[in-house]
């Protein structure tokens, strides 16, 4: 016979949103403080296709959904880490704050390179 684990109600005070937002798609994952992930959005999973998910928009949309999720747990602040060059990067912070969270801290980590790769060797002709 098989026993049912007892899942319990978190109460979780403030969260990370880790937002990937790229010029094709944009992806939110929300983790505690310590990294374990607690929920994750994207513009696919609410049904948009193609060249639509990278619009503000749908960013706003994929935050207004997690941040109803967040509200059941009890979620009132939130840091917000910032990655990549796309649209939807405003739209998901304006979104959580029109939500009612209290976004306390912005982090770009963006990642740029110091000196890149190496160039290809001159062409001779």
Do not use: W
């Amino acid at each position: 016979m098989a026993y049912k684990k007892k899942t319990k109600k978190r109460q979780i005070d403030s969260v990370i949103a880790h937002i990937k937002s790229s010029f094709n798609n944009t992806l939110v994952s929300i983790t505690t403080m310590e990294g374990d992930v607690l929920m994750r959005g994207s513009a696919g999973q609410l049904g948009f296709k193609g060249s639509r998910k990278g619009t503000p928009f749908v960013a706003g949309q994929i935050a207004s959904n997690l941040a109803k999720e967040m509200h059941v747990l009890g979620v009132k602040n939130v840091e917000v880490n910032l990655q990549g060059p796309g649209s939807g990067r405003d739209a998901v912070v304006r979104s959580l704050q029109a939500s009612g969270l209290n976004v306390s801290m912005l982090r770009d980590v963006t990642p740029l390179p110091h000196n890149g790769c190496r160039p290809p060797k001159k062409r001779r002709v």
